[in-house]
């Protein structure tokens, strides 16, 4: 969608655009500091995916084939990762996947703690899921699938050209701050409460030091004029 073609050298985490999505100075603590901090809600989303992330484990189920932990690539994104699950549904609409017969429909499924967010930070990361296994297999996936583990069901996702174009605005932006290596000033705000960081981050001391430096450099401005 963007014409630019990463190499793999330049490859970032796919799942690092759930956290530039809630707040890019978070992404740039963790993926370019890699500074990291656990809470209760990290926690438990570690534990929800180990019951889910099992690479050895292949499933079918009629004309259903779960496969997890499915790795994922996207050269016009520039992101790499992994897909909790991406189920493979026989039609005649799909297409040929290697030692099966017939042809399938793909379709991601994020596990996630909680439950749905206000947010758009669940739906980027699983939008570049579907811009990967579209690369990968030549195809146009239109919805996806969240299954969070606190309402205990599937929620759909439409995945919309206003949402990939969002997605490959985020991961543009966050190729330019990854090449430039700065992380990116506090900006206090409602999500601040409820990231893991915060206490890496300090965003009321780190957004008054930078008050400070502004204000001193004012002084020192107007000190040096010309009267």
């Known amino acids: 969608m963007n014409g630019k073609c990463y190499t793999d ?36 989303g570690h534990f929800i995916h ?8 292949n499933e079918s189920r009629g004309d259903v084939i779960i496969s997890r932990s499915f790795p994922l690539i996207s050269y016009s994104l520039g992101l790499t990762g992994v897909a909790d699950v991406v189920e493979f549904i ?37 939008c570049a899921q579907v811009i ?7 195809i146009r996936i239109t919805a996806a699938d969240f299954y969070y583990n606190e309402i205990r069901r599937r929620q759909r996702v439409d995945i919309t050209d206003d949402l990939r174009s969002h ?8 190729h330019e701050i990854f090449q430039k ?37 004012r002084y020192v401005s107007d000190a040096i004029a010309p009267q």
Not at 50 to 57: C, H, L, N, T, Y
Not at 96 to 121: A, F, Q, T
Not at 181 to 205: F, Q, R, V
Request: hydrophobic letters at 35%; a neutral charge; aromatic letters at 8%.
């Open 181 to 217: 290596g700065i992380t990116p000033d506090a900006e206090m705000g409602k999500n601040c409460s409820l990231c893991s960081l915060k206490d890496i981050c300090i965003p009321k001391i780190t957004k008054k030091k930078k008050n400070v430096r502004s204000y001193i450099a």
């Open 132 to 138: 990967c296994l579209e690369e990968m297999f030549g």
């Open 9 to 44: 050298d330049e490859l970032l985490l796919l799942s690092g655009i759930q956290h530039f999505c809630f707040c890019k100075r978070q992404w740039a603590l963790i993926h370019i500091e890699h500074q990291w901090q656990e809470n209760l809600r990290t926690q438990e």
């Open 50 to 57: 180990e019951r889910v992330d099992d690479p050895f484990i």
């Open 90 to 126: 026989r039609s005649n609409k799909g297409v040929p996947i290697s030692n099966h017969d017939g042809c399938w429909l793909v379709k991601p499924i994020e596990y996630k703690r909680g439950k749905p967010k206000i947010d758009e930070r669940d739906e980027v990361q699983l």
């Open 167 to 174: 997605v490959f605005s985020l991961a543009s932006e966050m």
